[in-house]
């Protein structure tokens, strides 16, 4: 994946932007009448229903990785395995159980999910579009060809820094994601992850627009040690308390803004925790002794997210 493709017009030949200008209006021409909310509902819909494999790319930064991804269907539930064709051998699979991790020299690891709660490893998009537009932009940005199937590009752009947007790029024959970009606040991409090639078992049939259905309800209550207002939009889904391997344990709370997501971890101190901020691609993290406990936020948010929740965690002890 080339880095020009992110750095628009300016990065191309002049004989490329020629071409693209002339394209543009049959481009244009050819999205027809559905919604970017019809398709985000019909990608939701083929992650579920769709069985594909097929050879992904996951660039952020300057570095770059290819993974094998194969997405399987059975009795209802959904299952993937991802191997990597970089670097050292890893796989990972996701399954009823939970997550099965791979790593050179070790035995396999598997963590138990949580009850009730799902995931994969390409995005979903939950379907309340009342509150997601408070937050985000959505918009249709035309027809773009990847691993040579043709795409729908639909804009999720955040209307402020506490969040960062989506570009998806969205098989027409199928409704999968073929291509997802993270967008800073100026557009440019934060992260990439796209399918060089992919076989698809399926297809989910035209982006009609279902009954409303909302996001899963916000947790009402706040853990006393959360105080102050959190970053505009963001709601608590979940609130757990998980064991860590001394028998010490670990108060989790999730929350999102019905896209985006980050998790805090309170707990007892402990050797080489977080002490400040950290950021590896899209993942930003904040952490800090408050109190009697070590606190940890990370996510896939803007650093700002992360340093303003961490500044809302109080105490006994703080």
């Not at 009850?115 to 009342?130: E, I, N, Q, T, Y």
């Not at 028998?247 to 989790?252: D, K, N, V």
Request: hydrophobic letters at 40%.
């Amino acid at each position: 994946m080339s880095n020009r493709l992110s750095r628009g017009p300016q990065a191309l030949g002049f004989g490329s932007l020629s071409l693209a200008l002339a394209l543009w209006p049959c481009m244009l021409a050819a999205q027809g009448d559905h919604s970017p909310q019809q398709l985000l509902e019909r990608m939701n819909r083929a992650l579920e229903q769709v069985e594909f494999n097929g050879t992904l790319v996951y660039l952020h930064g300057q570095e770059l990785a290819a993974l094998r991804v194969t997405h399987r269907i059975q009795d209802g539930n959904t299952g993937e395995s991802m191997l990597s064709l970089t670097g050292p051998v890893r796989a990972l699979s996701r399954h009823a159980d939970g997550v099965t991790c791979t790593l050179p020299d070790a035995a396999p690891l598997l963590v138990h999910k949580a009850h009730g709660r799902r995931g994969s490893m390409l995005r979903k998009v939950p379907l309340d579009f009342a509150r997601l537009s408070r937050h985000y932009s959505i918009g249709r940005l035309g027809r773009f060809r990847v691993a040579g199937r043709h795409t729908d590009v639909v804009n999720v752009l955040a209307k402020d820094g506490f969040r960062y947007g989506y570009r998806f790029y969205l098989d027409q024959s199928s409704g999968l994601p073929l291509k997802v970009d993270l967008l800073a606040e100026d557009e440019s991409p934060i992260q990439q992850i796209m399918f060089t090639e992919i076989a698809i078992e399926g297809q989910v049939e035209s982006p009609i627009l279902p009954a409303a259905r909302g996001a899963p309800a916000p947790v009402e209550a706040r853990p006393p040690w959360l105080t102050g207002r959190l970053p505009p939009g963001f709601r608590i889904l979940s609130e757990e308390v998980l064991a860590r391997e001394d028998g010490a344990h670990i108060h989790q709370l999730v929350l999102s803004d019905g896209l985006a997501s980050f998790s805090v971890y309170l707990e007892p101190p402990l050797d080489g925790a977080l002490h400040g901020e950290s950021r590896l691609g899209a993942v930003s993290a904040a952490g800090g002794r408050v109190g009697e406990h070590q606190v940890t936020v990370v996510g896939e948010v803007p650093p700002a997210t992360a340093r303003r929740v961490l500044g809302l965690v109080d105490t006994p002890g703080g």
